[in-house]
């Protein structure tokens, strides 16, 4: 969500002579996509962001498809994964193509070591926890309910508050979106400058940068896991990483809060676009927030059935209440693919007239390339819901 942002102390002018209380020169490191054409950030280091002293290969994490190709609409219940791991090094994959593939980690380990992924850019839904994402750029609060933009090539480290969560529930519950492209606001959100623009579902006031800048001077041996090629390298830097002392620009990560999200209603059923949040080559995310329903006397709130032809459609459920679903629960994740219709469950259609409203939390993503399922996501399947919408299951 590009905007001009700063922190901490930078030079009057770009690269410019820029020096520290011992006389020596700031090191200045230029951060961006596109090369040097795209949307970009220079940040100062006290050290050079280059002296690694080693690097070894950690393993792959290469994406296996499910052998089973038989199209069927599906839903895979992820809070029955088991809680373990780290945050970035131990996501399980759920469903992907060539533009994005999507992960789901419980984390349970507080990191030593900071990551950087090389290869795309995440989305990061927090659908449980909170915390501190530390990186060159700052420190970024998040919370549950965020959507935790980080753009490929920044360095961070998730920082869990522990406090309050259930034994055993793990520090938190992520869904992460790794794209081959960039989010931003769909075009339509946006002036001809790039702003939000008034009718908008959310503006600039509601994207979070990173607040504050903490600068470590620190000499050592700092490991930094680095995610490209489908595979994970660790280097061990000779000093601490985070030793920025200032930066500028428009490449940094950012947090929205889907409670953030103002949802359009109207007499009649309004489309899903109505509820895109971010675009993205190849696909689309979209909030489903709580709104009062379609106020004419003789709307039908739910939707119609469809054919969501060149896209697959995936919900995550985020709330335990979806007005078009049954059988769901919070942390479902279906899957609707391109070639087969589908629509609201038997009943729902029926139980939605005359209704003033829905609770529901769910984020959405329509890929317009279809989705391959991940080896070992049918564990926790549930292979009843191809059949669900008749009405009498079997
Ligand atoms: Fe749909």
Known sequence: MPFYHRLGQIPRKRHMQFRKEDGGLHQEQLIGNKGFSGISSLMYHIRPPTTVTDYELVREVKLEKDPDARL??????????????????????????????????????????????????????????????????????????????????????????????????????????????????????????????????????????????????????????????????RFTLDHHPLDVVGWDGFFFPWAFSIYDFEPKVGRFHLPPPVHQTFECEGFVVCSFCPRPYDFDPESVPAPYAHSNVMSDEVLFYSSEEFMSRKGIAYGSLTLHPDGIPHGPHPGKTEASLGAKGTDEYAVMFDTFRPLYVAKGLTDYEDDTYQRSWLAVEP
């Open 72 to 233: 069927r609409h599906r839903h895979f219940r992820l809070m029955e994964t088991p809680v373990g791991g780290s945050p970035v090094m131990d996501r399980r994959p759920l469903l992907f193509n060539a533009d994005v593939s999507s992960w789901w980690v419980r984390p349970e380990a507080q990191d030593d070591f900071f990551y950087r992924n090389a290869q795309g850019d995440e989305l990061v839904y927090v659908a449980e926890g909170q915390g501190t994402l530390e990186t060159q750029f700052g420190d970024l609060a998040f919370r549950q309910g965020d959507y935790v933009v980080i753009p490929r090539s920044i360095l961070h480290r998730y920082r869990f508050d522990s406090e309050g969560r259930e034994e055993g529930a793990g520090l938190g519950a992520l869904l992460i979106l790794e794209a081959r492209g960039y989010y931003r606001a769909p075009r339509r959100y946006r002036n001809e400058h790039g702003q939000l623009i008034e009718g908008a579902p959310y503006s600039e006031r509601d994207i979070r940068p990173p607040e504050t800048l903490r600068t470590y001077d620190e000499e050592g041996e700092f490991p930094i896991v680095v995610k490209q090629y489908d595979a994970f390298t």
